[in-house]
């Protein structure tokens, strides 16, 4: 099983940054993807930055240009330097990852996983 362990979250002030965390631990053949979401009270959970095994970026229109994700495979860590924060960005931000935890003959993918954080706050104040 695959354990994520958010970390960085705190309240700012508009206009402030933080660099939110994310460690992976477990057993890793091979990742798919890992991303941020982000979810307030009584709202859906939504994607907000996602990388793909081949380092293929996307963002979420509303954080586009100031939100960027990035990965250390070294360290089984993934990243998220938010930028410019405004009080709307203010939620519980969670990680996420994707992949194949367990492989057989020839590679193939005998048990995949799909594991969440715990969840980080970030409160911006205006």
């Known amino acids: 099983q695959v354990q994520l362990v958010e970390s960085g979250g705190g309240l700012v002030t508009t206009g402030g940054s933080l660099r939110l965390s994310c460690a992976a631990s477990?057993?890793?053949?091979?990742?798919?993807?890992m991303g941020w979401y982000r979810q307030a009270p009584g709202k859906e959970r939504e994607a907000v930055a996602v990388?793909?095994?081949?380092?293929?970026?996307m963002y979420a229109e509303s954080v586009n240009g100031r939100f960027h994700i990035s990965r250390d495979d070294a360290k089984n860590t993934m990243y998220l330097q938010i930028n410019s924060l405004k009080p709307k960005d203010t939620d519980v931000y969670y990680c996420?990852?994707?992949?194949?935890?367990?492989?057989?003959?020839?590679?193939?993918?005998?048990?995949?996983?799909?594991?969440w954080g715990q969840g980080t706050q970030v409160t911006v104040s205006s």
């Open positions: 477990g057993r890793i053949f091979s990742m798919t993807a």
């Open positions: 996420n990852q994707k992949g194949c935890s367990e492989a057989g003959p020839l590679d193939l993918c005998m048990k995949d996983y799909d594991s």
């Open positions: 990388v793909m095994s081949d380092g293929n970026k």
